[in-house]
C-alpha cells in the first residue's frame, strides 16, 4: 500500500506536493520553500536488531546514543540499505515513508517537530512530498515521542554552498 493510499483508508485530509528530487530532506525542504525544521526524514534504525522508524526535522541528525537510552537498548544503527528496501519494497530508495505502522514498527517522532502544526515529509517516491496536520499524523501513527536529534552544524563554505542551489 502506498502512502496515498494509506491515508485516505484512514479518513485524514493531506495535501500531496510534486517537487524536483533532491536525494537529501534539507535540501528538499529548500527547494519546496519549507522550513527544515518543519520537514520531517525519515531514518530507519536497527535498535537490538529490531527495526524503528525515526523522524527528525531535516535540519537535525538522529542521535544514536540518545535513542539508545531512550530504549534502554544495547545496540542502536541505522539500518542497511538492503533492510530498509525489505520494510519499505514499494518505496524508492531514500524515500521511506513515516508511517512505521504500515510495517507493524515502533515509529519515534522527535519532540522538535512538534512546535509545528503541519508535518511534510517525502512519500514513498522520490519527488512527491505529503503535508498533513501534525495532529492527524499523531492520531493516525501513535508515535513515541522523545527529544532524540541534534541540529547539523553548518559553516561558512556549506552555507554558501547553499546559497548556490
Not at 491515508?7 to 528538499?28: C, D, G, M, N, Y
Not at 539500518?79 to 514499494?90: G, I, Q, V, Y
Request: proline residues 6%.
Amino acid at each position: 500500500m502506498n502512502v496515498h493510499d494509506y491515508l485516505t483508508a484512514k479518513k485524514v485530509s493531506f495535501q500531496e506536493i510534486r517537487h524536483e528530487p533532491t536525494f537529501q530532506a534539507s535540501r528538499t525542504a529548500n527547494v519546496m520553500e519549507t522550513p527544515a525544521r518543519q520537514y520531517a526524514k525519515s531514518v530507519i534504525l536497527d535498535i537490538d536488531g529490531a527495526p524503528t522508524l525515526a523522524l527528525v526535522p531535516a535540519s537535525c541528525f538522529v542521535d544514536l546514543k540518545k535513542v539508545k537510552k531512550l530504549f534502554h537498548a544495547r545496540h542502536c544503527h541505522l539500518a542497511t540499505e538492503d533492510r530498509c528496501h525489505k520494510l519499505f519494497p514499494e518505496s524508492e530508495f531514500g524515500a521511506w515513508p513515516p508511517f512505521g505502522s504500515m510495517r507493524h514498527i515502533p515509529t519515534l517522532l522527535d519532540e522538535r517537530l512538534l512546535a509545528s502544526r503541519q508535518v511534510t515529509f517525502e512519500s514513498d517516491r522520490l519527488g512527491e512530498a505529503i503535508r498533513m496536520n501534525m495532529e492527524d499524523f499523531e492520531h493516525i501513527e501513535h508515535p513515541i515521542i522523545g527529544q532524540f536529534s541534534h541540529p547539523k552544524r553548518r559553516d561558512n563554505r556549506i552555507e554558501d554552498e547553499w546559497k548556490m542551489w
